[in-house]
Nanobody, 119 residues
Framework: QVQLVESGGDLVQAGGSLRLSCAAS????????MGWYRQAPGKQRELVAS???????NYAEAVKGRFTISRDNAKKTVYLQMNSLKPEDTAVYYC?????????????WGQGTQVTVSS
């Protein structure tokens, strides 16, 4: 069983920065793809950034150049550094772990952390 615990969400002024953290339990972190998603009220959840087991990354166009995803396999933690925050970044941010183990697809989600960016 995998548990994901998120932290770092806060209220911040436009132009400010935050770093989100997601700590994972279990033994499959190092072979998993990790992602950050976000969901604003009344909208669908969308991918913000992801990082593979080998370090490849991809980002939503809206956050390119502002957000950076990284991982620390020793700490079993994934981070999202968010700079130059905009009001439209306001959402609940969710951590996701995805892996294939013995041909079985696994998919786990954190509880979410609120990010609010004021004008």
């Amino acid at each position: 069983q995998v548990q994901l615990v998120e932290s770092g969400g806060d209220l911040v002024q436009a132009g400010g920065s935050l770093r989100l953290s997601c700590a994972a339990s279990g033994s499959i972190f190092s072979i998993a793809t990790m992602g950050w998603y976000r969901q604003a009220p009344g909208k669908q959840r969308e991918l913000v950034a992801s990082i593979t087991n080998y370090g490849g990354t991809n980002y939503a166009e809206a956050v390119k150049g502002r957000f950076t995803i990284s991982r620390d396999n020793a700490k079993k933690t994934v981070y999202l550094q968010m700079n130059s925050l905009k009001p439209e970044d306001t959402a609940v941010y969710y951590c996701n772990l995805r892996a294939v183990v013995l041909a079985k697809g696994l998919d786990y989600w954190g509880q979410g952390t609120q990010v609010t960016v004021s004008s």
